[in-house]
């Protein structure tokens, strides 16, 4: 089922899933459970869109332009001419803004040049307008952040930012993830160090009283 960023029933879900979210930190408040509430982060780099549409409003006209870009800019990824090939898909992102695909490629081109501020946000672009939505976008996260800010007690772990910030470029990719979600040995090692501070200040006084002091595993020792 193919979703556009802009349809009306996505946000309808996005609603519903801050809804529930913040009643079950509620209930957990409640009966005494403490939460720690994570962002999720996904493969942005090396994992692109598994489907794209184009705009509804592209013309025909506009469309045969788009096409000749990204045709030319495939010819000039081919030869590694990587600065012609971001102006060519940057004229084609400009006529359609929506499609995935074209924003991954111009993401990852983007990369190529070491122009690390852009390639993030084309890549992450890239992943918000994926129609087969099976990543969790930036919507998700920033109700994650929001439930965590606004819901007292609850403790917040910014998966998204670490990982993010322990990859090449900023972006995560092959280094975390096997896949377009699912963490590689060094990904889970990195998002457990992240949880366990938070976990940890979570635990009865009478448990964190019993700390070894030992300092953390490093991932070789894992």
């Not at 772990?157 to 280094?175: I, K, M, Q, Y």
Request: charged residues 30%; hydrophobic residues 40%.
């Amino acid at each position: 089922q193919q979703v556009r960023r802009s349809d009306l029933a996505l946000e309808r879900t996005y609603r519903a899933y801050e809804r529930n979210l913040a009643d079950t930190c509620r209930l957990a408040r409640r009966e005494g459970i403490p939460v720690v509430l994570s962002t999720v982060a996904v493969n942005l780099c090396s994992s692109g869109p598994f489907a794209s549409m184009h705009a509804p409003s592209l013309s025909a006209a506009d469309r045969t332009r788009w096409e000749g870009l990204v045709g030319e800019a495939s010819r000039l990824e081919a030869e590694g001419r990587w600065a012609e090939a971001a102006d060519a898909l940057t004229k084609a992102v400009r006529i359609d803004p929506e499609h995935a695909e074209a924003a991954y490629r111009l993401g990852r081109v983007q990369v190529q040049l070491g122009r690390d501020p852009d390639a993030r946000t084309h890549l992450a672009l890239a992943r918000d307008l994926d129609t087969l939505r099976f990543r969790a976008d930036t919507r998700t996260n920033a109700i994650v952040r929001e439930v965590a800010r606004r819901e007292r007690g609850v403790r917040l772990v910014d998966a998204e930012g670490v990982l993010a910030r322990s990859s090449p470029h900023g972006v995560p990719g092959d280094e975390s993830f096997l896949d377009h979600v699912h963490l590689t040995f060094h990904g889970n090692y990195l998002l457990g160090i992240a949880l366990l501070e938070q976990v940890r200040e979570a635990l009865p006084e009478a448990v964190r009283r019993q700390v070894s002091g030992r300092t953390l595993p490093t991932e070789e020792d894992v």
